[in-house]
């Protein structure tokens, strides 16, 4: 799997301009084994490898021991992609130099195929910043047969905004449109009277969920519950209504039965929030990661017909590898003494904390680019000693050398703090020579490295 066989051009400035190339280079013109294309990043490459099989050849333009997200390139890369069959990207200004390049593909070279591994994805994104709900009260005994609830809001699970709220007996305000074939993440917070918010989750005294209301119309949506959250998966355009409920020992103590929640299921969201920043990183979860590699498999049957059915079985058998690290990363968890480690690096790992329940401090946000300051690096110190951390994780790809070196950050953990080791934790938007050379892709990041690294610093049993 050696991702380097025709390394990033570099013949200087000019890096996406076409310029006067538009209507001077040949169109591609694949034979069946002959096709080729370009990924945009490490991630897209692999993926689209497992799933072309021999019928196309995929390039990586990001150099071995480079990080794919924040990568610019500095070469004459978009007139080697006009003369390609396909370009795989993501379309989202995190990756705005592959946002130029797609557009400018669409306009003059119809014949490259182009092709959004985000497509469909609009309700899973997560915002940058995402707000931040009350803190449960975990010292406080609530008594289930005399609990009162005074307060009740729900949230949109992706975003941590409060869409809904509960207020004496009705509701105020709507939750979030659930497109069919898709789920939206539901949370709840529920407060006495006293405004102390009650824990929630498998493994606390209460848990959250719902049922549809009473004469409600049935297979339109489906409901799946996580303790501290619910999912809802859209099964059927159309509107029911819900009742939530606050469960204790497999007890309902309290519901909203007295007015159900209207649920709309839609066939499609509206793209009101197209220009909202949003976090990309949804090639790190491994099950976001199922749609876009079932992406790939419709672009590339969309250019070669003839052998889309076997796409379509290549990104099954693929998946079925991303469903064992989903697995993995549930069993993970479920043995952790701990929901909390730090990862010095940059935010990249905000979908897998959501998604498995466990929490990564970071000192920066989404962006490669940003720079820890001395007090990011002071307040880890205090985070380690708040919570008793020997073991850290960081970014290979944030260090000099992916290979060898710690980033200084680190370093400086180690010098100042009671840490004793470091752990690596790739967001798989890049590779290492030594990984290159043991033909690891992105499972293989993420069972040989990442899971090893979580094991470790979430003190798995």
């Not at 021991?65 to 990568?71: Q, T």
């Not at 959004?116 to 975990?138: F, K, T």
């Not at 339109?220 to 809802?232: A, N, P, Q, R």
């Amino acid at each position: 799997m050696n991702q380097t066989r025709r390394s990033v051009l570099k013949a200087g400035a000019g890096a996406l301009a076409f310029g006067g190339l538009a209507g001077c280079l040949s169109e591609p013109e694949g034979e069946a084994g002959d096709r080729t294309g370009y990924a945009a990043f490490f991630a897209l490459w692999d993926w689209a490898e497992h799933v072309a099989g021999d019928e196309f050849s995929f390039e990586n333009p990001v150099t071995t021991g480079e990080m794919g997200h924040g990568w610019e390139p500095d070469g004459d890369l978009a007139a080697d992609i006009a003369t390609t069959d396909a370009f795989i990207y993501l379309d989202t200004p995190e990756f705005s130099w592959a946002q130029d390049i797609a557009a400018q593909l669409e306009t003059d070279y119809d014949d490259v195929a182009v092709i959004d591994g985000m497509d469909g994805l609009g309700s899973h994104l997560l915002p940058i910043d995402r707000e931040v709900a009350a803190e449960p009260d975990y010292d406080y005994e609530f008594d289930p047969d005399s609990l009162e609830i005074g307060e009740f809001d729900v949230l949109d699970g992706r975003t941590g905004e409060v869409t809904a709220y509960w207020h004496v007996d009705h509701w105020h305000e709507s939750i979030p449109d659930v497109p069919v074939g898709e789920s939206v993440p539901i949370e709840g917070v529920f407060a006495d009277p006293e405004g102390r918010v009650l824990p929630l989750g498998d493994d606390e005294q209460f848990q959250f969920d719902a049922r549809l209301a009473e004469g409600a119309p049935e297979g339109v949506v489906e409901i799946e519950s996580h303790g501290d959250h619910v999912e809802l998966h859209g099964l059927e355009a159309n509107r029911t209504l819900l009742v939530f409920e606050l469960v204790h020992d497999g007890e309902v103590v309290w519901d909203t039965a007295d007015e159900g929640m209207a649920t709309d299921v839609v066939e499609e969201l509206d793209d009101e929030e197209a220009d909202e920043f949003v976090d990309p990183h949804v090639w790190v979860d491994p099950v976001l990661a199922q749609q876009v590699v079932d992406n790939i498999a419709t672009g590339l049957g969309e250019v070669d017909p003839d052998n889309a059915e076997l796409y379509e079985e290549n990104a099954a058998a693929y998946t079925e590898r991303l469903e064992a690290v989903d697995r993995q990363f549930e069993e993970l968890v479920e043995n952790a003494s701990r929901d909390v480690a730090i990862f010095a690096g940059h935010d990249s790992y905000q979908y897998v904390e959501q998604r498995y329940g466990f929490e990564l401090y970071t000192p920066v946000g989404i962006s490669p680019d940003a720079a820890e300051s001395f007090e990011d690096i002071s307040g880890m110190v205090d985070l380690v000693e708040e919570y008793d951390i020997d073991t850290v994780l960081y970014d290979p790809f944030e260090s000099p050398d992916p290979d060898e070196q710690l980033p200084s950050m680190v370093e400086l953990l180690i010098e100042d703090s009671q840490v004793t080791d470091a752990e690596p934790l790739s967001p798989a938007e890049g590779t290492t020579h030594e990984w290159d050379e043991q033909d690891w892709g992105w499972v293989e990041q993420m069972e040989e490295v990442n899971l090893r690294s979580l094991r470790k610093a979430l003190d798995v049993s």
